[in-house]
């Protein structure tokens, strides 16, 4: 049976997220620009396998590992325009959080599932404070402030993966029946963002 409100929802974040790698790209310029439109591409991309094989796609190994360049793209955009000095670091991370995803999910489905929690929420919770920290130095526009909404929704779909290991099918249930309308609400809120910056 097709699932035309996942559709919908995944459309909706397609677009939003093609959106926000152009415009977000070309408004930030050089490599910071490279990292935010990889990021909204890959965000774009994710929205376009949803859309094409449904929510099953979401459980594969690739696309698990695919999908994490989504946050680390808009952290290293933001850092490498506005901490220069932190780059290093925050590369690090990136490579690490990488690694972790991958050696967890090739020990296990549920250790790979707990990795993917662990850094796309924490991922999703960097980005949360990152523009309010810009705003209070006065280095980006108050509009760009629907960034931050965005990443705690990212940060909230992360975390909710570590509903898995409940094994309680009802949660597992509202989870997955909440990453649709999760990924639009964060996209289109990013675009908001972007138009903003």
């Given at each position: 049976m097709v699932d035309y409100r996942d559709k919908i929802l995944a459309g909706i974040s397609a677009l939003a997220g093609l959106f926000s790698a152009l415009m977000g790209g070309v408004k930030l310029g050089g490599v910071a620009g490279i990292f935010m439109g990889m990021g909204f591409l890959v965000s774009s991309a994710f929205s376009g396998f949803l859309l094409v094989w449904g929510r099953e796609v979401l459980l594969r190994k690739w696309m698990v590992l695919f999908a994490f360049f989504y946050p680390m793209g808009l952290i290293l955009s933001l850092v490498w325009k506005f901490f220069p000095e932190k780059r290093l670091v925050f590369v690090l991370f990136a490579i690490s959080g990488w690694l972790f995803i991958l050696v967890a999910h090739t020990y296990s489905k549920d250790w790979g599932s707990f990795a993917v929690a662990l850094v796309h929420g924490g991922a999703g919770l960097g980005l949360f404070m990152l523009p309010v920290v810009l705003n209070g130095r006065g280095l980006i526009p108050a509009g760009f402030q629907w960034?931050?909404?965005?990443?705690?929704?990212?940060?909230?779909?992360?975390?909710?993966?570590?509903?898995?290991?409940?094994?309680?099918?009802?949660?597992?249930?509202?989870?997955?029946?909440?990453?649709?309308?999760?990924?639009?609400?964060?996209?289109?809120?990013?675009?908001m963002a972007i138009y903003y910056l």
């Amino acid at each position: 049976m097709v699932d035309y409100r996942d559709k919908i929802l995944a459309g909706i974040s397609a677009l939003a997220g093609l959106f926000s790698a152009l415009m977000g790209g070309v408004k930030l310029g050089g490599v910071a620009g490279i990292f935010m439109g990889m990021g909204f591409l890959v965000s774009s991309a994710f929205s376009g396998f949803l859309l094409v094989w449904g929510r099953e796609v979401l459980l594969r190994k690739w696309m698990v590992l695919f999908a994490f360049f989504y946050p680390m793209g808009l952290i290293l955009s933001l850092v490498w325009k506005f901490f220069p000095e932190k780059r290093l670091v925050f590369v690090l991370f990136a490579i690490s959080g990488w690694l972790f995803i991958l050696v967890a999910h090739t020990y296990s489905k549920d250790w790979g599932s707990f990795a993917v929690a662990l850094v796309h929420g924490g991922a999703g919770l960097g980005l949360f404070m990152l523009p309010v920290v810009l705003n209070g130095r006065g280095l980006i526009p108050a509009g760009f402030q629907w960034f931050s909404l965005g990443s705690l929704v990212l940060a909230l779909m992360g975390f909710g993966l570590l509903h898995y290991f409940s094994k309680e099918e009802g949660k597992i249930q509202f989870f997955w029946d909440a990453v649709p309308g999760a990924l639009a609400l964060s996209s289109v809120l990013y675009a908001m963002a972007i138009y903003y910056l």
